[in-house]
């Protein structure tokens, strides 16, 4: 509805075609607007004098202005608010005039006439199981639009969920990297049954796991990432690559300042003896132990959706894979390595050491959860990423629309002779 319904203008516009293909445009102010009439302020996003101006008119006279003021299109475009009495291919007219602004379109229709304007718009929403439901994409079971703001929920979430699977495949590449180019320095790899329980274990999982999370009860006016180039997506990827680094090398580290510590030295296969194995040692230990936690921690990281996404608590498959897998990481860390002896762990014999690398894994999570909330708390760190995206002004040509007629002064006025 009307943000402002006692300063919002609602102007009714007609027009007449006179001699030499003149057209006359007219805009008679409503003094009041119609009881029930739910109108959204299609630019609440900007400020000005015309953000108050509504347009409303019929398809005749929308087909003359389209035919004979082309000039006046970009204005009815942006400033109209009712279109009544449109045929057919009027609505269709609008749906490509509209869109040739920038503008995404949703459409409801609930009969045959509608079929193309569904067929035309961006998101079309078919409010009834006959013809009209052949033609959109989507069909409402309830058939009233009070389906549209779950739509938009819903695609909020999904594209949320969407993002969040790529990011975590993505840091899962990383730290998988990360990882392996550390113990080739070492001069040490995985083990086979290491390799398997990261990428089938504990990946895999979270990859089915995180896309289960439901869309905000809440429809949020603030709109979803929609690339992956935006500045808090590679902030937050370059941060967290960092803290991957930092954290798997501390690990390593503390493990070489240990009194019990035996430094590894590689042997050549053919001089190993029979059964013996150079990937348990205690950097290959500590280095596939504290990666194992960090897939969790990115995906615990990752399934943060506010305000688009519900918490994470509510995705009960992300909590059973969060609970299984940290349950079997914890289980292998304390667990002497003669009892699983397919994973090639060394004996860690200081349970003190053990509690130590808990301890790297807390801070490691709550540094990556500080990293995802930091954008959304800290305002100067907002500004500054935004520094780097070079944006010189609006992609969309609506919002530039609306930037020349709030600049523009006093419109519309009463008779528009304009061409």
């Known amino acids: 509805m009307f943000h402002d319904p006692d300063n919002a203008n609602l102007y009714l516009v007609t027009a007449q075609l006179g001699q030499d293909d003149n057209l006359a445009v007219q805009y008679t102010q409503q003094e009041h607007i119609p009881a029930g009439l739910d109108m959204e302020d299609q630019t609440n996003l900007y400020s000005g004098p015309f953000r108050k101006v509504h347009l409303a008119m019929d398809g ?16 009815v475009c942006v400033t109209g608010t009712v279109f009544a009495r449109f045929s057919p291919e009027q609505k269709m007219c609008l749906i490509d005039e509209m869109q040739q602004r920038s503008y995404s379109i949703c459409m409801c229709g609930d009969g045959a006439n509608d079929c193309e304007a569904l067929r035309h718009s961006n998101v079309g929403i078919a409010l009834s199981k ?34 969040a699977v790529f990011r975590f495949t993505a840091m899962y590449s990383v730290i998988q990297y990360v990882s392996v ?3 080739i320095h070492h001069e040490s790899t995985l083990g086979d049954y290491q390799y398997l329980l990261e990428d089938l274990g504990i990946v895999l999982l979270f990859d089915f796991a995180l896309g289960y999370t439901k869309p905000s009860k809440i429809l949020s006016s603030v709109r979803p990432r929609g690339s992956l180039m935006h500045p808090f997506t590679v902030y937050s990827f370059i941060v967290q690559t960092i803290l991957v680094v930092v954290f798997i090398l501390l690990s390593m580290w503390l493990v070489q300042q240990q009194p019990w510590y035996d ?20 950097e290959t230990t500590v280095n596939f132990i504290h990666s194992s936690f960090q897939y969790i921690i990115i995906a615990v990281v990752f399934s943060i959706g506010h305000p688009h996404r519900r918490p994470m608590y509510t995705n009960i498959p992300m909590l059973v894979s969060t609970a299984l897998t940290v349950g079997f990481i914890v289980m292998i860390l304390f667990v002497p390595p003669d009892k699983i002896p397919a994973m090639e762990l060394a004996n860690i014999p200081s349970n003190s050491f053990k509690l130590l690398m808990l301890g790297l894994v807390v801070c490691n999570l709550l540094l990556s959860l500080g990293v995802e909330y930091s954008y959304r708390v800290i305002k100067p760190l907002q500004w500054l990423l935004k520094l780097f995206r070079c944006k010189k002004g609006h992609k969309n040509k609506f919002k530039c629309l609306i930037d020349e007629l709030n600049a523009a002064g006093n419109w519309p006025y009463q008779v528009d002779n304009s061409l």
């Open 60 to 75: 005749a006279t929308f087909d003359l202005i389209s035919k004979y003021n082309r000039c006046l299109m970009d204005k």
């Open 130 to 163: 006959c013809e009209a439901s052949l033609a959109a994409p989507f069909t409402s079971s309830v058939f009233n639009i009070t389906c549209v703001p779950v739509l938009l929920k819903e695609g909020q979430g999904a594209l949320e969920n969407g993002m």
């Open 181 to 183: 180019l550390l113990l």
């Open 263 to 282: 430094p590894f030295h590689f042997i050549r296969a053919e001089y190993l003896a029979e059964g013996e194995q150079y990937i348990s040692y205690f």
